[in-house]
């Protein structure tokens, strides 16, 4: 029979559709497991309700519970997400592929994103200005870092 | 909440976020292209959050709310139904009267007793912070404008009629503005059923087809 803790090893191995490099946990979006039987509960909140990744988030989950042999019943709760949920794993991965982890504590203020301390991903530089609170997806904003003079992607406070 | 209600919501965000949407690719630079095309895209999210609620309590599905009516049959404030892809300064007058507007009804459904209602107020809430920092930032640029200024007037009393009655006094207190005899909802422009055309038009030629 299937575990809880394989059910969060299963959904830890499912990429964010937009953010490869995350994973479906460590952004943070799977709230709960739950094993009742044959039949597994999660517990799901999407970033953004504009997000067009909810439905291949979904369908991927319900996906690999069914390889696990269960019956997955994926709900989406009401529940809002934060930036905060992100892990710390979820962090290094973003500053390792160049793509800044949320630089604070939701909820966002206009001052803190202007004036706030907002490091570089490519050379660690906090001499960095916002350039567009919207970016290519409705989780990202675009910074400029003066230093290296490379704009780059920064992950929204939610 | 009742149906009424919720479709007045998601009919405001749907059609607003289609009217955002023109802007796409025509923006005054690149990074209002980008802007203004992800504020759509969430408007439109919340619209369908909307309807999905909408949709459970009128038997049918968020597809055929958002489509599948006639155009007297949207619960649509005026003030989103303008179109205005040709002039940024009505444009952002019409995007700071809105969000101001809507963070006052948001804040009203945050201690709704329907859990559900209240829940996704707040999720609404957090995102649409960003649609007022860029509605802010933008009306700080352009605030002595007479173009803005003038738009701002203009759409003054349809900004009114986003609102029920008895939160229109929070607006007015929100933008400095005495009240004004609003553009109620329940009428229409002669500018909804073009938009409606169009935003229907596949759907229209195929009925009942999924992709």
């Known amino acids: 029979m299937v575990t809880a803790e394989r059910v969060w090893e299963a959904l830890a191995e499912i990429p964010d559709p937009e953010i490869p490099v995350l994973s479906l946990v460590d952004l943070g979006v799977v709230r709960d497991v739950e094993v009742d039987g044959e039949r597994v509960h999660v517990g799901f909140t999407p970033t953004f309700l504009g997000c067009p ?24 709760l009401s529940e809002g997400w934060s930036s905060d949920w992100i892990t710390e794993e979820g962090h290094r991965k973003l500053r390792d592929s160049g793509f800044a982890p949320p630089s604070g504590r939701a909820p966002a203020t206009l001052v803190q994103i202007q004036t706030g301390t907002h490091p570089c991903p490519y050379c660690g530089s906090t001499d960095t200005r916002l350039d567009n609170l919207f970016g290519p997806t409705p989780c990202r904003s675009i910074r400029y870092c003066s230093a290296c003079r490379q704009p780059f992607e920064q992950f929204k406070i939610l | ?36 095309s992800s504020i759509a895209q969430t408007e439109i999210g919340h619209a369908r959050a909307w309807y999905e609620l909408a949709a459970r309590e009128l038997d049918t599905d968020a597809d055929s709310l958002a489509f599948d009516r006639e155009p007297d049959e949207y619960l649509c404030a005026p003030l989103v139904e303008r179109r205005m892809a040709d002039d940024w300064a009505r444009t952002i007058a019409r995007h700071l009267l809105y969000e101001t507007a809507d963070r006052i009804r948001i804040q009203v459904l945050l201690n709704s007793i329907d859990r559900e209602v209240a829940g996704l107020a707040e999720k609404i809430d957090r995102e649409e912070t960003y649609h007022r920092m860029h509605a802010e930032m933008w009306a700080e640029r352009l605030r002595d404008e007479p173009a803005f200024r003038k738009a701002v007037d203009e759409l003054w009393p349809y900004a009114l009629g986003v609102l029920p009655q008895e939160q229109r006094r929070l607006l007015c207190e929100a933008v400095e503005r005495d009240e004004v005899e609003a553009v109620e909802r329940g009428e229409h422009t002669e500018e ?7 935003m229907t038009m596949v759907r229209r030629s195929v009925p009942g087809a999924s992709w």
Do not use: C, K
């Open chain 2, 192 to 198: 909804l059923r073009p938009l409606w055309e169009e």
């Open chain 2, 1 to 36: 909440m009742n149906a009424p209600e919720l479709l007045s919501l998601a009919d405001d965000e749907l059609i607003l976020g289609w009217r955002n949407s023109e802007w796409t690719g025509i923006a005054p630079f690149l990074e209002e292209d980008v802007a203004f």
């Open chain 1, 53 to 76: 990744a909810l439905e291949v988030m979904r369908d991927q989950m319900v996906e690999r519970i069914r390889e696990l042999g269960a019956e997955p019943d994926v709900e989406v």
